[in-house]
């Protein structure tokens, strides 16, 4: 299920208390005609502007005054042949008695979001005013009392002069939630039956709340803050979602966009109810606002992403550390902000094309125990500016290890503001084993870049002793008296060392021939060497 957390300011199922700059609004209560409870508002606009405001609550029920200093306000209309958003075609009118005020935020050109019926759905972030050419209805733009709004509705500038007295412009639910809240809440389902977007669009349709809307097929459109779960002790929530497309319309499909800050989306818990977020093979688009989205509250009892691809949005909070219950594997991150990592398991993700400001990074770690498999085969490549790709904070260990990850695009040199890797340490050495020697910046600690390649002698016989020395003969690398992994008749043995590392090695089985190798240069990647040892025909064995 799902809830509309806004506040309703008119449903549009009553015509008392709505006016208009031009004609006499009245109700339309056809099927077709209205998108939310039983009726709309219906007017004939033409090529001037006009404005059709409402000073009643719902049904009628007495005047307003809202304070909308810091709010989003919604509005729900169905009308065509609009002028373009730069002529003012669609505005969003609000007033405080003296002054009303239409402001530019949509036209042909930037349509809202699109809903069933021909309706659309419309925002103002009254924070984030649009400046240019706002339409001014009565009295003075600037005097304009946000605190004190008692007037609310649509306002239009059509292509072509109305003919007749055939309406054209229906509007329908208003209402607005203030900012830096929430303003849809997903939540319910069970284990066995979790709730999906199915479900949400369902319920939003049939509530007429236009907070989400489905356009086609697996496609979800998300047009304010969203939360899924329960922040406060209420019931149980189950959500899953696989192979869809969500889209995170942080404006008006162009044009008027959300105040940073104002778009936001999360998983929330609390410590009495199971919280259950589950989603795999889900890519999200954010336009407009860049919206962050946050997974990182301790109290949600499962949060797993899987092969999830986030484009275009904010900063981005992983899931805490906690076993097989929470993780962001496989992942894709393309021009987003900041991802901190939490502990999360992101093996196998890649990120690029990071917005942040300079010598800032686009993932950070920051756990006191070495990854240990949790930033496997991961990919960095860096996107336009001076930016780093991974941040290990400063309380990382003394070793990290990075086997199969990968860093591209980043400044060959250290100690750059677009270094490959930013240690944020300041006292101590942090080794770190990745391949391909990235380059690293770092605050005081001192770092050393191991790239180690894992080189492994196969099909040798049993009883067979293996030795690795430094060039030259010089002290042990790696070493083993009988090889005894595989099986009998082929035996193999592994040994690690940075690539590029000169070394020797011996092999030797006193019922074959010794192999001697000087000046073995280490690969830049891991390789197998199959031995081909020959019976020795000289050997004596008195006994």
């Known amino acids: 299920m799902s809830v509309d957390l806004r506040t309703e300011i008119n449903d ?44 009643q609550n719902s049904g009628g029920g ?15 209309m169905k009308d ?45 972030d009254c924070s984030n005013l649009p400046s240019g050419s706002n339409v001014t209805y009565a ?65 939003d349709l049939t509530n007429g709340w236009a907070a989400v809307a489905n356009p086609l097929g697996a496609q979800y459109v998300f047009f304010c803050s969203t939360e899924w779960g329960e922040p406060t002790a209420n019931a149980d929530a189950y ?20 105040g940073t800050g104002n778009f936001m989306f999360r998983v929330i818990g609390n410590t009495t109810d199971t919280i259950s977020f589950v989603i795999d093979n889900v890519s999200i688009v954010n336009t407009g606002t860049a919206a962050p989205f946050d997974f990182s509250d301790a109290n949600i009892t499962i949060c797993k992403l899987d092969a999830v691809s986030f484009v275009g949005l904010g900063a981005i909070a992983l899931p805490p550390l906690d076993g097989t219950n929470k993780y962001a594997t496989n992942c894709i991150y393309n021009g ?6 939490n502990g999360s398991d992101s093996s196998g993700s890649k990120v690029s094309g990071y917005t942040g400001a300079s010598d800032t990074s686009a993932f950070v770690w920051n756990e006191t125990t070495d990854p240990n498999g949790k930033l496997d085969d991961m990919e960095f490549v860096k996107g336009s500016g001076t930016t780093h790709g991974l941040e290990l904070g400063t309380s990382v260990p003394d070793t990290i290890n990075l086997p199969g990850t990968t860093f591209s695009g980043y400044n060959a040199s250290n100690e750059q503001t677009d270094s490959a890797i930013y240690v944020r340490r300041t006292t101590g ?21 191991q790239n180690p390649i894992t080189v492994t002698f196969t099909g040798m016989k049993d009883n067979t002793e293996v030795r690795v020395y430094a060039s030259g003969f010089g002290a042990e690398i790696a070493g083993i008296e009988d090889a005894t992994a595989g099986s009998p008749g082929n035996r193999s043995f592994a040994w690690t ?36 040892q020959r019976f020795d025909r000289n050997k004596n064995n008195p006994a």
Request: charged fraction near 15%.
């Open 12 to 55: 549009a199922d009553n015509v008392t208390g709505f006016a208009d700059t031009s004609k006499t609004p009245a109700l339309n209560t056809d099927s077709g005609q209205r998108y939310e409870g039983t009726g709309s508002i219906e007017i004939q606009h033409s090529n001037a502007n006009a404005a059709m405001t409402t000073t």
């Open 62 to 76: 007495g005047t307003f005054s809202y304070d909308f200093s810091d709010v989003t306000f919604y509005f729900l």
């Open 80 to 124: 065509n042949l609009v002028e373009s958003l730069a002529n003012g075609g669609i505005q969003a009118v609000i007033g405080d008695g003296t002054d009303l005020i239409g402001f530019d935020i949509a036209g042909y050109d930037v349509p809202g979001m699109d809903l069933p019926f021909y309706y659309r759905a419309f925002k103002l």
């Open 139 to 203: 009295g003075v733009e600037g005097n304009l009392t946000l605190t004190a709004i008692t007037q609310v509705g649509m306002g239009t500038l059509h292509l072509a002069k109305a003919v007749g007295n055939v309406v054209n412009s229906f509007l329908d639910r208003m209402s607005f939630g203030a900012n830096g809240s929430y303003h849809f809440r997903i939540n319910g389902g069970t284990s066995g039956t979790p709730e999906t977007m199915p479900d949400v669009a369902g319920d």
């Open 239 to 258: 959500f899953t979602a696989s192979n869809e497309q969500w889209f995170l319309l942080g404006d008006n499909s162009g044009g008027h966009a959300a």
């Open 336 to 341: 987003c902000g900041q991802i901190t990592s």
């Open 429 to 449: 050495t942090v080794t770190i084993n990745v391949a391909g020697s990235p380059s690293y910046k770092s605050d005081g600690a001192t770092v050393v870049i």
């Open 497 to 532: 060392e940075d690539a590029t590392t000169v070394v020797d090695y011996t092999i030797h089985n006193v019922d074959y021939e010794t192999i001697t190798v000087i000046g073995y240069v280490v690969p830049a990647t891991n390789t197998s060497i199959p031995i081909q």
